[in-house]
């Protein structure tokens, strides 16, 4: 009778699932969170670089016709065909280098060069791919109506590799985000998410919120790959609006 006449006290009271019970203390965990924002930062540095050298490369490839152009391009490539400890060695024996010259040290920094390398290589294939499809008429009729370089980059050649620069992003960002082995050889101290989950894997009291943690980073990774691939099956949209600028204008 007391424990019908008080339910907070009675032993048949409704209590939260396992995995409500390990999700919310995933939640809870601040080390995860703040292992994840480290992630997140070094996902959006590495693609900001991967963005401003692999659209630039994709450029002076496309561009310029001249001897070596095919070697450039297979260099380019190479970071991306290479094992990730072959890379994560390499890099970890150049920091090491530059710590005994410059004073270099690892960081978050280490961890976004590291990551750049290849990304670069997803943002330039995509760029590239996207720069061979676009026919040159349009920057030529861009220029015959008087357009200078800046606008014919703007109303032209940007509109038509925007999405191919958007999914070499969304891509560059999810390859960054759950990286793990290039991550240890240059992070140091530094911890992400992927290497957060891979220090508490072995650790039998945190694996199932290893394994809720490792769910979520599925989920977040599994988006940009999917955001990437329906933008580069959209074809109209922001190239006709660059084919707009340049149409020839009605005689009076």
């Given at each position: 009778w007391p424990a019908a006449l008080h339910p907070a006290r009675s032993p048949c009271r409704a209590r939260p699932?396992?995995?409500?019970?390990?999700c919310g203390a995933a939640l809870n965990n601040q080390e995860g969170r703040a292992d994840l924002l480290t992630a997140a930062?070094?996902?959006?540095?590495?693609?900001?670089?991967?963005?401003?050298?692999?659209?630039?490369a994709a450029f002076a490839v496309r561009r310029f016709r001249c001897v070596g152009r095919e070697t450039v391009s297979f260099f380019l490539i190479l970071p991306l065909a290479l094992p990730g400890i072959v890379?994560?060695?390499?890099?970890n024996s150049t920091i090491n280098l530059g710590g005994q010259l410059i004073g270099l040290?690892?960081?978050?920094?280490t961890i976004i060069i590291g990551h750049a390398t290849?990304?670069?290589?997803?943002?330039?294939?995509?760029?590239?791919?996207?720069?061979?499809?676009?026919?040159?008429?349009l920057?030529?009729?861009?220029?015959?109506l008087g357009a200078d370089g800046l606008q014919t980059f703007r109303?032209?050649?940007?509109?038509?590799?925007?999405?191919?620069?958007?999914?070499?992003g969304l891509l560059a960002f999810a390859l960054s985000f759950d990286e793990i082995i290039v991550t240890n050889f240059t992070s140091g101290t530094e911890i992400t998410l992927p290497k957060w989950i891979f220090n508490n894997l072995r650790l039998p009291n945190q694996r199932p919120v290893v394994n809720v943690v490792?769910?979520?980073?599925?989920?977040?990774?599994?988006?940009?790959?999917?955001?990437?691939q329906r933008l580069t099956q959209e074809s109209g949209g922001l190239t006709g609006a660059g084919r707009a600028v340049v149409a020839p204008q009605p005689t009076e």
């Open positions: 699932g396992p995995a409500a019970r390990w930062r070094a996902g959006l540095g590495a693609t900001t670089i991967a963005l401003l050298l692999g659209s630039r890379t994560g060695m390499a890099l040290s690892f960081s978050l920094w290849f990304c670069v290589v997803v943002v330039y294939n995509n760029v590239i791919a996207r720069l061979r499809r676009t026919s040159t008429s920057v030529e009729a861009s220029q015959d109303y032209v050649i940007f509109p038509s590799i925007a999405t191919a620069l958007m999914a070499g490792a769910t979520v980073l599925l989920i977040l990774s599994f988006l940009p790959v999917y955001l990437a």
